[in-house]
């Protein structure tokens, strides 16, 4: 169980205990009316058991609290499509992750990113997506579908286009550093997507310069949709966070990577200076 996970649990159990405790009830009064074993209401109250929905409307009628089970059952939910391991969401290949994000986007008016090390997918190349595919691809040993899961990649910019959204996003000075591809044709024309995509209204590009003066630590990479939503990528999962308490401390750590950036022009510039470093390398 990841670290998110286990604490979106403790969480739930916390909110089950203070619900029990509110009815003035013991743990093995409770477990007795719900024809459990009494050792039951501990595990579900310390997170070391996730309840099923039929435990939790168990829980709230011997509570009296029917009204909160609905809701009770919402965090549940999110709690198990929290992590995914990536082998099991990418066993068919890479295109149906790419198109199965495509709702979320539209669905989304504004959007949050802080990337340490790559170019988000919204603001990609073909060129720079399909190298960054295609090493998914090989490291994971999935079924190769890089021209379809490229497509997919390609197809959820449009929202970079269409309906009143604003993108508000963070790079530390690294991203246009990190070599993807084999040619430096391919950084080069990313890096110029990056000079066209930053003059467009709607996107606010904020790069921290690597001896910069920070406001806090370079982290994991995320993104945040709205503000219901936060997307982690790791090696070997991808985790949702949808818990409003947990969302507030990625909305501070953007704040702080936003306020350690530097914009516009000083953006250009860093974005400018690592073109040159490239023209002395040949252009395959």
Not at 26 to 51: D, I, Y
Not at 106 to 134: C, D
Not at 199 to 206: A, Q
Request: hydrophobic fraction near 40%.
């Amino acid at each position: 169980m990841s670290t998110v996970t286990k604490r979106a649990r403790e969480a739930l159990g916390a909110r089950l205990r203070e619900i029990r405790q509110d009815a003035n009830l013991t743990g093995r009064v409770l477990a007795s009316r719900c024809g459990w074993h009494f050792t039951k209401v501990s595990k579900l109250e310390h997170g070391t058991q996730n309840p099923s929905e039929e435990d939790l409307w168990a829980w709230c009628h011997a509570c009296d609290a029917v009204d909160q089970a609905r809701d009770l059952i919402a965090t549940v939910r999110t709690i198990e499509s929290m992590y995914v391991e990536w082998r099991r969401a990418l066993h068919s290949g890479m295109k149906h992750g790419q198109k199965a994000k495509i709702p979320l986007y539209e669905r989304t008016e504004l959007f949050r990113v802080y990337e340490p090390g790559l170019v988000p997918g919204l603001f990609q190349t073909p060129e720079y997506a399909s190298a960054i595919i295609a090493h998914v691809i090989e490291f994971d040993q999935i079924p190769n579908d890089l021209e379809e899961a490229v497509a997919a990649r390609m197809e959820r910019q449009r929202v970079l286009y269409t309906g009143d959204r604003r993108f508000l996003v963070v790079l530390e000075e690294q991203a246009l550093r990190t070599r993807v591809g084999d040619a430096a044709s391919v950084m080069a024309g990313q890096l110029d997507r990056l000079l066209a995509v930053m003059s467009m209204h709607r996107v606010s590009l904020g790069i921290i310069p690597s001896t910069g003066r920070r406001h806090t630590w370079a982290s994991v990479g995320f993104w945040i949709f709205d503000r219901h939503t936060v997307h982690i990528d790791t090696p070997s999962a991808g985790l949702t966070i949808a818990q409003r308490s947990e969302i507030t401390v990625f909305e501070k750590k953007f704040a702080r990577h936003q306020r350690s950036a530097v914009y516009g022009k000083e953006a250009r510039e860093l974005i400018n200076t690592a073109l040159v470093d490239l023209s002395s390398e040949p252009l395959a």
